[in-house]
């Protein structure tokens, strides 16, 4: 039997909004309470812990995440703080030195070059000649290709293909080749992800599986891994991203996992692409790129289908949609599969939609009617949005300033989880936290607490779990939990009003780390009772 008293901190609890110390015993929290009260309790069975003035939580929730390619992220070439065509080009020859076979990079945005160039493909041979390279944007939806590459997959220039840029249909076919990683190569990426989401205070992550991002081994083999090597890392859930048209189909697909962690058919199920990529399905043309409306993957009928058919077979369907003309086509699939199996059905799956960037009221109404969660990505306007970033270029300021309305959602009545979409954005959720608090769109701003919420308890109602406690420090419920280093607390809303009043000890709401130039580091992550990262030492 395992017996820690946890005192000398804060512990951000419902139950005692006050509370300096937590019991932990057999992975299950026993006790929360006051340091006085600590004293009293302590005996020889336990292992005492002094935080030292640091703050418990419990641990977050990655709505949504790709482990394999954020693991390939942390290996790789990375773009992200790339500024102008030439830094790209200094990488890739750097890299290019060391190794061989196909170069592997990510991370560029080309809205932060200044002219918004892209390398040509001669300039990318000249770099690294001897090598095929493929370097993903940031998110992931285009990348620049060597002509070697290009050659290997007998690309000619076209729509999907031009200079060194590759999107569209002809981007999936290649990536699908090229991140066909044998099984040894592919644990270290996944491994590598998992340790890095525990070092950031996760424990428990949504995998967003699919053939075109990792593949059905690769998922397959990260639900096979041993009950210790599971207890060692977050707690996997995942969405399996085919489409299925019958509810017999259904049911078998979901049941050929052998899995209880495959939650969902969906996820990265794509009805279009992304904004930063012009594959974003719009309905009107992006403000940089005339007569271009983005891609349509997935037609009504295939959402009718697949929703009737997960509805029918009790099971979640889920789908990627970003532009306000994808979710056009994916409200109306819903609408027609409610039409076929009845309202009451569809209503009952619990439904999602994946990153919804662009939604008006009429939308966010519908929703609301089919039941749907939003899973979203704050994260995505922290780097994109506000004057002058991505979105305002791609969309123009009217249309930009719409974008990624968490609080309009949470408003309308429609839930909210929160992801990183890793290796898109980075897999910090106290930056996702500050991010929400500061949406470009003063209306779709919430409070820390809001966002603390729909980063952990929401995660695990999105998910249908059956433990009501999921997600809390409370008596009785899990010990799964981070601990940080964070040195003030307060309690933080868009409005100062609100927030000043409700930092008084009278108003009894639990405090979160202020979250200002210097975001709280995690000290210890806990998942039931094992602690799966550690930068505390011994107690």
Not at 134 to 162: C, N, Q
Not at 304 to 327: K, M, P
Request: with cysteine; net charge negative.
């Amino acid at each position: 039997m395992s017996v820690e008293l946890y005192r000398n901190g804060s512990i951000y609890s419902p139950a005692d909004p006050f509370a300096t110390a937590m019991l932990v015993e057999d992975g299950t929290v026993a006790w929360i309470g006051t340091e006085s009260a600590a004293g009293a309790l302590l005996d020889a069975r336990m292992t005492e812990i002094d935080l030292q003035g640091a703050l418990i939580t419990p641990a977050f929730v990655d709505s949504h995440v790709h482990l394999g390619s954020l693991g390939a992220r942390l290996n790789g070439l990375d773009l992200g703080g790339a500024r102008s065509v030439g830094e790209v080009l200094e990488a890739v020859a750097a890299a290019a030195t060391t190794g061989s076979g196909i170069l592997l990079g990510a991370g560029w945005d080309e809205s932060t070059f200044g002219d918004g160039t892209l390398p040509t493909s001669g300039q990318l041979q000249q770099a690294a000649p001897d090598r095929e390279v493929y370097l993903a944007r940031v998110d992931v939806h285009s990348a620049l290709i060597s002509p070697k590459l290009a050659m290997r997959f007998g690309l000619s220039e076209g729509p999907e293909y031009t200079g060194a840029l590759v999107r569209g249909k002809a981007h999936g076919r290649i990536r699908d080749a090229i991140f066909a990683f044998d099984e040894a190569t592919s644990s270290e990426n996944r491994n590598r992800a998992l340790a890095h989401l525990a070092s950031t205070g996760h424990g428990t992550v949504v995998e967003m599986a699919a053939g075109q991002i990792s593949g059905r081994a690769d998922l397959e083999a990260l639900l096979a891994r041993t009950d210790a090597e599971k207890a060692a890392t977050p707690e996997v859930f995942a969405y399996w991203a085919e489409l299925v048209g019958t509810e017999d189909e259904a049911r078998t697909l979901l049941a050929s996992f052998n899995s209880g962690a495959v939650v969902g058919l969906g996820g990265d199920l794509n009805i279009d692409g992304s904004i930063g990529s012009r594959t974003a399905l719009l309905r009107q043309d992006y403000a940089d790129a005339a007569g271009e409306r983005g891609t349509s993957y997935l037609g009504i009928e295939q959402i009718s289908a697949h929703v009737a058919a997960c509805s029918l077979a009790g099971i979640q369907a889920s789908f990627h949609v970003i532009g306000d003309a994808g979710l056009d086509l994916a409200l109306e699939g819903f609408a027609k599969a409610a039409e076929s199996v009845g309202l009451a059905k569809v209503q009952a799956g619990r439904h999602r939609l994946e990153h919804v960037e662009m939604v008006d009221a009429a939308a966010r109404a519908r929703m609301l009617d089919f039941a749907l969660t939003a899973s979203m990505q704050p994260g995505f306007d922290a780097a994109w949005g506000g004057e002058g970033g991505l979105y305002a270029q791609r969309l123009g300021d009217s249309r930009a300033a719409g974008m990624n309305g968490v609080g309009q959602f949470l408003s309308a009545g429609v839930p909210v989880v929160i992801g990183s979409d890793a290796p898109v954005t980075v897999a910090s959720p106290w930056a996702a936290v500050k991010a929400c608090l500061e949406l470009s769109d003063p209306q779709a701003r919430i409070s820390a607490r809001a966002a603390f919420m729909a980063h952990t308890r929401s995660g695990f109602r999105a998910l249908g779990s059956p433990n009501p406690m999921a997600g809390q420090l409370v008596n009785g419920a899990e010990a799964t939990f981070a601990i940080w280093d964070a040195a003030e607390l307060s309690v933080q809303t868009p409005d100062l009003r609100v927030s000043s009043w409700s930092t008084d000890a009278r108003a009894g709401t639990p405090m979160l780390p202020v979250l200002e130039d210097e975001l709280p580091n995690c000290l210890r992550t806990v998942r039931a009772g094992n602690v799966i990262f550690d930068a505390m030492g011994a107690a």
